[in-house]
C-alpha cells in the first residue's frame, strides 16, 4: 500500500508549496534522464509523480485522505492514477525544472540561479568588485 504522503517526504498536514516543492526535489533526484533511464529511478519517479497528482488536488487529497483515514482506500479502483497522453512533455527533466522553479528567493539581484542572466553576473560581480575597491581605499587612506 503506497502512501502518498511518504514518497514525497512530507507531514499529513503540508500545505501546497511544501508539496510542490518537495516534488520538484524528488522529481529531479529521481528523473529517468538524469538517473540513465534505470528501472529503479523510473519506477521512483512514477510513484513521486503520482503521490504529488493526487496531493496538490484538493478533492483528490480529501478523498484520499478520508478513505485512508477509514482504511477504505482501493488502489483498484476507477479513480486509480494514470499517467496522461502528453506524460513525456509534461514530466521531462526541463519541464519540471522550468515549471516548479525554486521560488524561495527569486527576483533582483539575488536571483543567481539558473535562471539568472549572463548580464545579472556581471553586474553582482562588477557591485562586489567596486565595494571591495571601496573599503580598500577607505583602508588606505584612514
Not at 478533492?59 to 499517467?83: F, I, V
Not at 545579472?120 to 565595494?131: D, R
Amino acid at each position: 500500500m503506497l502512501n502518498y504522503y511518504d514518497v514525497l517526504g512530507v507531514d499529513y498536514h503540508a500545505s501546497k508549496d511544501e508539496i510542490k516543492k518537495s516534488f520538484r526535489n524528488l522529481a529531479l533526484r529521481y528523473h529517468p534522464d538524469k538517473n540513465k533511464n534505470s528501472a529503479d529511478s523510473k519506477h521512483r519517479f512514477m510513484q513521486i509523480i503520482e503521490a504529488y497528482e493526487i496531493l496538490s488536488d484538493e478533492t483528490a487529497r480529501r478523498e484520499y485522505d478520508n478513505s485512508r483515514r477509514l482504511g477504505t482506500y482501493d488502489y483498484g479502483s476507477a479513480r486509480r492514477w494514470t499517467p496522461s497522453a502528453d506524460f513525456a512533455q509534461i514530466y521531462s527533466y526541463s519541464e519540471i525544472k522550468r515549471r516548479y522553479g525554486d521560488d524561495i528567493i527569486s527576483g533582483g539581484i539575488w536571483d543567481i540561479s539558473e535562471r539568472a542572466s549572463t548580464g545579472l553576473w556581471k553586474a553582482t560581480i562588477i557591485l562586489f568588485g567596486c565595494l571591495g575597491a571601496i573599503a580598500l581605499l577607505i583602508m588606505i587612506f584612514h
